[in-house]
């Protein structure tokens, strides 16, 4: 088969301990899942759990720089945990969603957070704040065959060594294989997708020459430098 233009090649991401790369597929984030971040933002507590999508060649890998986007001027942090699924499946149980899930990571869901107020009020879509080049930073994932499924951890992020974001992952208000099992009414699950899980409270800007570090307990670290 010959193609008038040329292919592009799949985003893959350093997978821990292992000279294999996981290949990404669709990025998926779950939007307020840490009541303290639904509160700073104003928004309802009660909310199911809703999604959106992020392009997988927006991914930044660790120690990569974050470009600061163009026609903004309020670029926030969000630092999540991100679940690499390895199994496929849709209409998932909460108990099996184990099963699917290949390993975890450390992500920064970055936000154009002028143009999503914007796209807010007028009731449009949120793409252009949250689906933008470079917005989707992930550190190496570690499988779970290694260090199981967490449930609770540290999650922590810093901004030129000034702690912005603190909690623990047992503060999220629907856990992973609820979050799993709710997508999964939407969307085929496949091997390659990647689900940022949403961010603790914190949240806050970003410029260029800023560093960013971030961790989760017992998964890892990510660090990025704004360019």
């Known amino acids: 088969m010959s193609l008038p233009v040329p292919t592009v090649s799949?985003?893959?991401?350093?997978?821990?301990?292992?000279?294999?790369?996981?290949?990404?597929?669709?990025?998926?984030?779950?939007?307020?899942?840490?009541?303290?971040?639904?509160?700073?933002?104003?928004?309802?507590?009660?909310?199911?759990?809703?999604f959106f999508q992020k392009p997988a060649d927006a991914?930044?890998?660790?120690?990569?720089?974050?470009?600061?986007?163009?026609?903004?001027?309020?670029?926030?942090h969000e630092i999540e945990l991100v679940v690499a699924i390895g199994k496929a499946g849709r209409n998932?149980?909460?108990?099996?969603?184990?099963?699917?899930?290949?390993g975890y990571a450390v992500g920064l869901d970055m936000t154009r957070r002028d143009i999503q107020g914007v796209a807010k009020e007028m009731r449009r879509p949120w793409e252009a704040g949250k689906s933008f080049d470079h917005a989707a930073p992930c550190s190496p994932i570690v499988p779970a065959?290694?260090?199981?499924?967490?449930?609770?951890?540290?999650?922590?992020l810093k901004v030129n060594g000034e702690l912005r974001q603190e909690a623990d992952l047992s503060h999220q208000i629907w856990n992973?294989?609820?979050s799993i099992a709710h997508l999964s009414e939407l969307f085929e699950l496949v091997p390659g997708d990647l689900i940022f899980t949403g961010t603790?409270?914190?949240?806050?800007?970003?410029?260029p020459?800023?560093?960013?570090?971030?961790g989760i307990e017992g998964i890892g670290e990510l660090r990025v430098r704004v360019v």
């Open 200 to 207: 603790p409270s914190g949240v806050g800007p970003v410029h």
């Open 209 to 214: 020459g800023d560093v960013m570090e971030g």
């Open 10 to 50: 799949i985003p893959t991401i350093e997978i821990a301990g292992s000279e294999e790369r996981f290949p990404a597929r669709r990025i998926y984030c779950v939007g307020r899942n840490y009541m303290a971040h639904i509160r700073e933002t104003g928004n309802d507590e009660r909310e199911p759990p809703f």
């Open 59 to 76: 991914l930044v890998l660790d120690g990569g720089d974050f470009p600061y986007p163009s026609l903004s001027e309020n670029v926030h």
């Open 92 to 102: 998932i149980a909460p108990g099996d969603a184990h099963g699917h899930i290949f």
């Open 176 to 178: 992973v294989p609820e």
């Open 145 to 156: 065959a290694d260090i199981g499924h967490p449930e609770t951890g540290a999650i922590w």
